[in-house]
């Protein structure tokens, strides 16, 4: 008895953990042909304590009644729509006057959680079944291959031709976030222009390249970026095709289509940022990225550059 009382513990330890464990041992072992006395001397308990047990979970509290009716009320509902109502328009109905829908029997005197309507469906496997729509993944391949006009081509043969653009996030002082933007040029990977901004939005990647077209008279005809939702904004795209420009844009979740970019902003953190004190303030923030933007624009030089900076390597293709 010993062996079988030890068995069914580790048995019902393994399903739930609780103080109750032994009790429901001995619950299922008298199940067997056990006696309560035999299996409470092997437990170490009294039969007291176990029928204490075993009398309050036999009694319901009033959540839990309640919660049976929530589920059956909520079994009426998806019955009634077809099993595709989600859990918000569960609450609403539940929460509303019912009395004139026949199909429904149920009334509630007090108000129901969405939470609890949200926790009760899950604990019983109710869910709205919504078909979506399937999706075309070749054809969505192939519309990716098509947008992505650059196709990881980033040496340019010539200044102006090709310019990338992005945004990252900087913080400043306890928490403060801001955006941001920058406009390169592919050929020497010359910063033209940047935008700080506290959001990113597509009235603020304008003003970043306004900015770079201030140094250049008008934009590059190629543009390439990421799929962010400022980039895909119908007002960005209107202003690209005001300035005569083609957009190209790299494929989901792929960084590498726009390498350039984010290669430039890992230095400028890690390079940069990495080596200078923290800015507890904007203006701090404003000083340390302009400082920085020099940096790598008239300090750093490349091999690929033949050991140029960016501002010279780009200014003798102009001259």
Request: include cysteine; hydrophobic fraction near 35%; charge should be positive.
């Amino acid at each position: 008895m010993e062996r079988a009382f030890a068995k069914k513990l580790r048995e019902i330890r393994n399903r739930e953990v609780g103080r109750s464990a032994k009790y429901e041992a001995i619950q299922e072992l008298v199940k067997e042909g056990y006696t309560v006395t035999e299996l409470a001397a092997v437990a170490n308990t009294s039969r007291k304590s176990y029928y204490i047990w075993l009398k309050k979970r036999q009694i319901k509290t009033q959540q839990e009644i309640e919660n049976a009716k929530i589920l059956a009320a909520i079994r009426q509902i998806e019955k009634r729509h077809l099993n595709c109502a989600g859990y918000r328009k569960v609450t609403a109905i539940l929460n509303s006057d019912t009395s004139k829908i026949k199909e429904y029997t149920f009334s509630f005197d007090f108000p129901i959680n969405i939470k609890r309507v949200r926790r009760i469906m899950r604990e019983h496997g109710i869910k709205a079944d919504i078909r979506q729509p399937r999706r075309n993944r070749v054809k969505e391949q192939q519309q990716y291959l098509e947008d992505n006009v650059l196709h990881r081509q980033f040496a340019p043969d010539q200044p102006n031709k090709v310019w990338v653009t992005d945004t990252t996030e900087l913080t400043y002082g306890r928490g403060n976030k801001v955006r941001l933007h920058a406009i390169i040029d592919l050929y020497g990977n010359y910063a033209l222009s940047y935008f700080i901004s506290p959001t990113e939005t597509a009235k603020d990647v304008i003003k970043a390249f306004e900015l770079a077209k201030q140094k250049t008279s008008r934009l590059a005809p190629l543009i390439h970026t990421d799929r962010g939702s400022a980039y895909t904004s119908r007002e960005f795209s209107n202003y690209l095709i005001q300035n005569q420009c083609v957009h190209s844009m790299s494929a989901p979740g792929t960084p590498a289509d726009n390498a350039v970019i984010e290669r430039w902003w890992c230095d400028f953190k890690h390079l940069w940022l990495a080596h200078q004190p923290a800015p507890q303030t904007y203006d701090q923030l404003l000083k340390l990225v302009a400082e920085g933007v020099k940096y790598f624009n008239t300090v750093e030089i490349s091999g690929k550059r033949k050991n140029l900076t960016a501002v010279d390597y780009y200014r003798s293709e102009i001259a």
